[in-house]
């Protein structure tokens, strides 16, 4: 990311161009000679910041997950929901916003459809999105931020994605049973998964 106001500029003009493209073309269709075009910036512009397409891909998806980030925590905060149904209606409902109003969102929210390591080289993308959820939904339900809570919100956060997935595939706004029942499958999953940890830990 450049320190530079001038060329910071350039780089958000970049990736707003890439998410415009995005919901124009497609992800397949996307060219970064395309993208500095529609950005009015020179193609070796481009390459001082990204490598590569798929560089371009993934500066997009980490600036989407970075503001998916701070919308939830700016609801948390303001909200400040005691029990788990809060925080999944509070983090399924901003992903919702976000897919209906952020360009390029539903081609590119935090990953491209078949690019597992968009955000991390090391880590697929589900893997790296629930890393960043996971210490901020274990303070707010009270657990331990450790490997059986990361493994929950990993699970999690599987289950959301196909079933968010399917919600837009059938409706362009998200239909909104599918958009319940995603809340449904997701508090049932992690209000079990915190009794059984609770109880877990009065048998020791």
Wanted: aromatic share 6%; charged share 30%.
């Amino acid at each position: 990311m450049p320190v530079q106001k001038r060329s910071a500029e350039r780089f958000e003009r970049l990736l707003d161009a890439c998410a415009e493209l995005l919901d124009e073309v497609g992800h397949a269709a996307l060219t970064t000679k395309e993208v500095a075009r529609r950005a009015e910036v020179p193609i070796g512009t481009l390459y001082q910041f990204f490598s590569d397409k798929e560089g371009l891909i993934g500066a997009l998806a980490a600036r989407n997950l970075e503001a998916f980030l701070e919308r939830v925590a700016a609801r948390l905060e303001r909200e400040e929901p005691e029990e788990i149904p809060g925080v999944v209606d509070v983090a399924v409902e901003e992903f919702v916003a976000m897919r209906r109003t952020i360009t390029g969102f539903g081609v590119v929210d935090f990953g491209a459809v078949g690019r597992d390591h968009t955000l991390d080289p090391a880590l697929d993308n589900n893997t790296a999105v629930a890393g960043r959820l996971r210490s901020l939904t274990a303070s707010l339900s009270g657990v331990e931020d450790d490997a059986e809570w990361e493994l929950a919100i990993r699970v999690a956060l599987e289950c959301a994605d196909s079933v968010l997935r399917l919600a837009f595939r059938t409706d362009p706004q998200g239909d909104p049973q599918l958009i319940a029942e995603c809340k449904r499958v997701l508090n049932s999953y992690l209000s079990d998964r915190i009794r059984s940890v609770e109880t877990s830990r009065r048998a020791r």
